[in-house]
């Protein structure tokens, strides 16, 4: 087991310490039999674009504060992918988009870890071109602050998840 991936110490059936708890996935109980699966998360993130340019937000809180990263979130029950997006852009950028506004990129794993538990998600990327460059930040505890960049100026480095670093890199880097 890596370190933040064993946030069990009891069965949270019988309260047994003879478990395994495989790959961060799956928990199982040797004494009572309870089985406990650790599925993906779903989450969206959004590369709005305007000219030359794609905006990204810098991190506030862990994981990776300080970092680059995408508007976004994790989708909630009930929700649609194409809901989460624009109700997750409402919420931190004051922006109100359509679906119909949504262009779908790819998919791509990803690895959140939040207080010592390791979530795994599926992170789905829309793009959506924008007509001017002036957003503004609505959830300041989420968000330090937010940067455009142009294509040619990106430092993967200084993004902050694997999966949206790939997802610039294999879409918007300029060769």
């Given at each position: 087991m890596t370190a933040g991936t064993n946030f069990f110490n009891y069965c949270p059936s019988c309260s047994s310490t003879?478990?395994?708890?495989n790959n961060n996935f799956k928990f199982y109980c040797y004494?009572?039999?309870?089985?406990?699966?650790?599925?993906?998360?779903?989450?969206?993130?959004?590369?709005?674009t305007f000219d030359n340019k794609i905006l990204f937000t810098v991190r506030n809180v862990d994981p990776d504060k300080g970092k680059l990263d995408l508007p976004g979130g994790f989708i909630d029950p009930n929700e649609t992918a194409e809901?989460?997006?624009c109700r997750e852009i409402a919420e931190e950028l004051?922006?109100?988009i359509k679906?119909?506004?949504?262009?779908?990129?790819t998919t791509s794993p990803n690895n959140y870890l939040y207080k010592n538990v390791a979530y795994r998600t599926l992170d789905i990327f829309y793009e959506c071109r924008l007509t001017n460059d002036a957003i503004t930040i609505n959830a300041k505890d989420e968000i330090q602050q937010l940067v455009w960049l142009k294509r040619d100026a990106i430092?993967?480095?200084?993004?902050?998840?694997?999966s949206i670093r790939k997802v610039i890199q294999d879409h918007y880097l300029i060769n």
């Open positions: 003879n478990f395994e708890y004494d009572c039999d309870f089985v406990l699966y650790h599925n993906i998360a779903a989450t969206v993130a959004l590369v709005f809901e989460a997006a004051g922006l109100k679906p119909s506004d949504l262009k779908y990129i430092d993967l480095d200084a993004i902050g998840f694997i």
